[in-house]
C-alpha cells in the first residue's frame, strides 16, 4: 500500500516540474495529431452521459476515518483515499491475480496442471466463466478517484496546489484504466459490435458516500464510456509529472502513463492514427529509440521480470507485505499458481504448449518458461519465470504498462498505411530480444499476423491474448483439443451478476445470458 507521494512531498513539486517541462517538449507533437482534443475534452465535460447503477456501482466509502468532515480536509487524506484506490486495483479479484491470468487462459496461452477447481471453466469458456469486474473492488476503487476529484479543490482543504494537483492526476488516470477494464470485459469495441449491441459498464463520475447519494441508472454506452476515458488520461497528462522508465515514480500515475494508456485506448477504438501519434509521443518522451534502445538488454529479459521496479515499466502497481495477511502467498499470488520456485506453490497454471512451440530459436521469452513434469500430465509442463515470488513470501510488483507495448500499438496502428514502419517497431523489439529482422517484405494480413505473435510471445501470463483477439473481431483461438469461441459468440463477453439485474430494473443483461 502506498504511503507517500513520489519522492515525499517536497518531491512533488519536483516531479510536476519536470513533467512541465517535458509536456512542452511534446506537446507540439500532441498538437499536431489531436488538433480536436481540447474540444473533445469540454465537450465530454458537458455531455450528460447516461449510465446505470447497480449494488456495486454505489460503493458508499466504508473508511470511517475518511469522512469529509473528519479526514478530508487536507491533501494527506485524499492521499489516503488515492492509496485505498490502489490497493484496490492489487486484488486478486483484479490485477493480483485474475486480470493477468483470465484473460491468457481464456484463450490459448494457458493450460491447467492441476486440478484445484480454479480456472477450469475459464478454460473450456464454459457459461459464466469469464472475468468478473462488476463488483465492489473496482466500483469501490471508481468511487476512490470519484471521492477524490469532487473534492480536493475545496478551499478549505490544506495543501499545496501542486500536490493536490498530483493527487487529482493519479485519481484521472486510475478511473480511465478501471473504465478502460470494464469497457473491454463487459463491451463490444466501436466498431466491432455484434447484432449493433453497443452497452458497456455503468458510468458514474460523482462520488457515493451515503445512501441518499445512490440512484439506478442505466448502462453506458462503450462510445461514451471511451470518449470519458480520453477526457481523463488527457486531465492526468497535464497535472502528472514524467517518471523515467524504472524508477519508483512509476508506482503512480505519470505523463508517460497517461500517453500510453490513451495509445492503447486508441489501438481497441481504431483511430490508427491516434494511437501511432500517442504511442510516438510517449516514445520520445521516454527517450524509446527507434532502434530500440531503452528497452531492456536480451541477457536481462528474464531477469528484468525479478526487479522492482521493472526496467521498461511505464506503470507499475506495487505490492508491500503489510498489503498481504499470512496466506494470501501461497493461496492466491501469481507466483504460487503460475510457479513452482517454492516448494510450496500450488503452481496450477503452465504455458500451453501451443505456444511454446511459437518461440523461435534464440528469442528470450521462451527461457520465461521453464519445462518441467507435473504429476497427472504426460509430457513436459512448462511453469513461469516472469512471476517468482522476488520480494519474498511469493511478493511481487506488477507491470502493468511496459515500454514494449509502445512498439507494437505503433506497429500495428502502421500496418495498413505505413508497413516499413511497422516493420521497422517489430525488428526495433525483437532486436532487444535476442531475434534477427523480420522479412523485409513482410506486409498485408501476414504482417498483422506478425504483430499479434508477437504480442502473444511478449505480454504472455500479462493479460493480453484475450483482448487482442477479441478488440479486432477475431474468434478465440484455444489449446489442445478445446474448441475455439467464434466472435459472435454470447461468451465473448463476461455476464453481469444476476443480483444486479434483479436490483436494478434499469440494468441490461449482456446478450445471451
Not at 52 to 77: F, H, I, Y
Not at 142 to 150: V, Y
Not at 439 to 452: C, K, P, V, W, Y
Amino acid at each position: 500500500m502506498k504511503s507517500s507521494l513520489p519522492t515525499g512531498q517536497a518531491g512533488i513539486t519536483r516531479t510536476a516540474q519536470r513533467g512541465m517541462n517535458t509536456l512542452a517538449i511534446f506537446h507540439v507533437a500532441i498538437e499536431k495529431k489531436y488538433k480536436h482534443m481540447k474540444s473533445i475534452v469540454t465537450l465530454c465535460s458537458t455531455i450528460l452521459l447516461v449510465g446505470a447503477v447497480a449494488c456495486t456501482d454505489l460503493q458508499t466509502n466504508p473508511r470511517q476515518s475518511l469522512t469529509p468532515e473528519v479526514a478530508l480536509n487536507s491533501v494527506e487524506g485524499y492521499q489516503a483515499v488515492a492509496n485505498s484506490m490502489y490497493r484496490l486495483a492489487n486484488s486478486f479479484t483484479y490485477y493480483g491475480q485474475q486480470m493477468m491470468i483470465a484473460p491468457e487462459i481464456l484463450a490459448d496461452n494457458l493450460r491447467i496442471v492441476a486440478n484445484s477447481g480454479r480456472y477450469q471453466g475459464e478454460e473450456v469458456n464454459g457459461d459464466r466463466d469469464h472475468i468478473s469486474l462488476w463488483n465492489g473492488v473496482v466500483y469501490g476503487a471508481i468511487n476512490d478517484a470519484n471521492l477524490i476529484l469532487a473534492g480536493i479543490d475545496a478551499a478549505d482543504v490544506r495543501g499545496e496546489q501542486e500536490q493536490k494537483d498530483f493527487i487529482k492526476g493519479d485519481a484521472y488516470f486510475m478511473r480511465a484504466l478501471f473504465y478502460f477494464d470494464l469497457c473491454r470485459v463487459y463491451g463490444y469495441e466501436p466498431g466491432k459490435e455484434v447484432n449493433g449491441f453497443d452497452l458497456g459498464p455503468i458510468l458514474r463520475l460523482t462520488p457515493t458516500l451515503v445512501a441518499s447519494d445512490a440512484d439506478f441508472r442505466e448502462r453506458a454506452t462503450v462510445l461514451e464510456v471511451y470518449q470519458q476515458i480520453e477526457s481523463d488520461l488527457l486531465a492526468s497528462l497535464e497535472l502528472t509529472g514524467l517518471a523515467r522508465l524504472g524508477t519508483e515514480n512509476v508506482y503512480f500515475a505519470n505523463a508517460g502513463a497517461a500517453l500510453a494508456l490513451l495509445a492503447r485506448l486508441y489501438l481497441y477504438w481504431g483511430r490508427m492514427a491516434d494511437a501511432e501519434g500517442a504511442a510516438s509521443a510517449a516514445m520520445n518522451a521516454l527517450n524509446l529509440r527507434s532502434n530500440g534502445d531503452g528497452l531492456v538488454e536480451p541477457g536481462n529479459y528474464v531477469q528484468s521480470f525479478s526487479r522492482a521496479p521493472h526496467p521498461e515499466s511505464i506503470f507499475e502497481l506495487e505490492i508491500r507485505l503489510v498489503d498481504w495477511s499470512s496466506v494470501d502467498g501461497v493461496n492466491s499470488s501469481l507466483n504460487s499458481l503460475t510457479s513452482n520456485t517454492d516448494p510450496a506453490a500450488q503452481f496450477i497454471i503452465g504455458a500451453s504448449n501451443e505456444l511454446i512451440a511459437t518461440y523461435e530459436p534464440g528469442d528470450v521469452r521462451r527461457n520465461c518458461w521453464s519445462e518441467t513434469t507435473r504429476e497427472g500430465i504426460e509430457g513436459p509442463v512448462y511453469a513461469s519465470r516472469k512471476w517468482t515470488g522476488f520480494k519474498g513470501d511469493f511478493l511481487e510488483n506488477l507491470p502493468i504498462i511496459r515500454a514494449s507495448e509502445l512498439y507494437l500499438i505503433r506497429a500495428e496502428a502502421r500496418y495498413q498505411t505505413n508497413p516499413a514502419g511497422a516493420r521497422a517497431d517489430i525488428n526495433a523489439l525483437r532486436s532487444k530480444r535476442g531475434l534477427g529482422p523480420v522479412d523485409n517484405l513482410l506486409s498485408g494480413q501476414a504482417l498483422f499476423n506478425r504483430i499479434m505473435l508477437e504480442r502473444r510471445q511478449e505480454f504472455a501470463l500479462e493479460g493480453h491474448r484475450f483482448f487482442d483477439l477479441k478488440r479486432n473481431g477475431m474468434d478465440i483461438s484455444k489449446h489442445g483439443n478445446f474448441d475455439e469461441v467464434p466472435y459472435t459468440d454470447y461468451r465473448i463477453l463476461s455476464n453481469i451478476p444476476l443480483e444486479q439485474i434483479q436490483l436494478n430494473d434499469k440494468l441490461v443483461q449482456n446478450p445471451g445470458y
